[in-house]
């Protein structure tokens, strides 16, 4: 099943370019701020801060990920109900720095908050003052 066979609409060119232009500015925080940031996909593993842009009318600008190394991002012990202590560091690390990265996207005027699906991901909105 499809986003759109259950209702859910990309944006269009105009907007999808205006959320392409926010993520840029995201980044472009993050990294005066002295965080390694990037624009791309949650799917890519390096470490640091991920922004990708959201394709879609309803939800937000863009996201921000956070990956620890991938030593301890894909450390997920399937053994343990609670994923282990390395998995439990990275939930912890990136809890921290999520804070860190809200305070600084805050100050630098952008909309942000946790996403209520992942908890790993915050959420940019395109409210941003130009």
């Given amino acids: 099943m499809t986003p759109e066979d259950l209702g859910i609409k990309h944006v269009t060119a105009e907007v999808a370019e205006a959320r392409s232009r926010l993520a840029g500015q995201v980044c472009d925080e993050l990294r005066k701020a002295g965080l390694p940031a990037c624009l791309g996909t949650i799917d890519d593993p390096s470490p640091g801060a991920k922004i990708d842009v959201e394709p ?15 030593s301890v991002h894909g450390a997920f012990d399937t053994s343990r109900p609670d994923g282990g202590p390395a998995f439990q560091y990275f939930v912890q690390a990136a809890d921290h720095v999520q804070t860190a990265v809200i305070g600084i996207l805050s100050s630098a005027g952008f909309t942000v908050d946790r996403n209520d699906q992942d908890p790993l991901i915050l959420s940019i909105w395109p409210d941003r003052p130009a």
Avoid: K, L, M
């Fill in 56 to 70: 879609f009318e309803d939800g937000p600008a863009a996201s921000v990920y956070w990956n620890c190394d991938p």
